[in-house]
């Protein structure tokens, strides 16, 4: 973000995820501010999904608290009011809808017109190069295809805080790129975008990239001091 004050704040105090004796996540802090691309990186069961359910108010922690601009997040629906969505790796399709349909379900239900949010679909759609298959039904379209349309419905969305699990995993290298184009694109526009990948090429660009092992969190990349300007 080029300038002023950030539109949004994420914010993990202790953070900590159990499954009954098992750590998932060991106590995390974390402050993102809007205007940041957060890669958080780790091999399979490393915590990357516990992390981002938590954050995303799908998963009570076992102890601490998430918060949006200073206010505690104790509730998907919670999460949902301070703009927070998430796309799980399964990416949540309706099959029998098109691509362009399950863009509209979830925009309409936030209560904007339908002039409007039929824009933001399309925008959403041409984002990540689905212009073409934008009346295709979910079943039809390919693995790589249907993941482009799920994160096209969640930048529809114009959520303030975008969490993503393996966005890119069924992508090739050019739709990885324009994917990661179009993320980047959501942080510069001042919101928090935080990608959980396995994937290097994917954690590349981001601004920082925050490393879990075995529900442990380092920085490979630490957050610049005082981002935004």
């Not at 919101?191 to 990948?197: F, G, K, L, R, S």
């Not at 994937?199 to 529900?215: I, K, R, T």
Request: glycine share 12%.
């Amino acid at each position: 973000m080029s300038g002023g004050r950030p539109t949004v704040w994420l914010e993990a105090s202790g953070l900590e995820v159990r499954y009954g004796d098992r750590v998932a996540l060991h106590p995390l802090d974390l402050v993102v501010p809007g205007g940041t691309l957060l890669a958080v990186t780790g091999s399979s069961g490393s915590g990357k999904s516990s992390l981002l359910w938590a954050l995303s108010g799908g998963l009570r922690p076992s102890a601490g608290t998430v918060g949006v601009d200073g206010s505690v997040i104790e509730s998907r629906e919670q999460a949902l009011r301070a703009g927070v969505v998430l796309l799980p790796q399964a990416g949540g399709l309706v099959s029998t809808l098109t691509a362009e349909e399950n863009g509209l379900v979830g925009v309409l239900a936030t209560g904007v017109e339908p002039a409007e949010a039929g824009a933001r679909v399309v925008d959403a759609l041409a984002a990540v190069g689905l212009d073409e298959e934008r009346r295709h039904l979910a079943e039809e379209l390919s693995g790589g295809q249907q993941q482009r349309a799920a994160i096209a419905v969640l930048l529809a969305s114009r959520a303030r805080v975008l969490l993503l699990d393996e966005p890119t995993s069924e992508l090739d290298a050019a739709n990885r790129q324009r994917v990661l184009a179009a993320l980047r694109a959501e942080a510069d526009a001042g919101c928090v975008v935080v990608v959980a990948t396995h994937d290097p090429e994917a954690a590349e660009p981001a601004d920082a990239e925050l490393v879990l092992n075995e529900g442990r969190a380092s920085w490979a990349r630490p957050l610049a001091a005082g981002r935004p300007a």
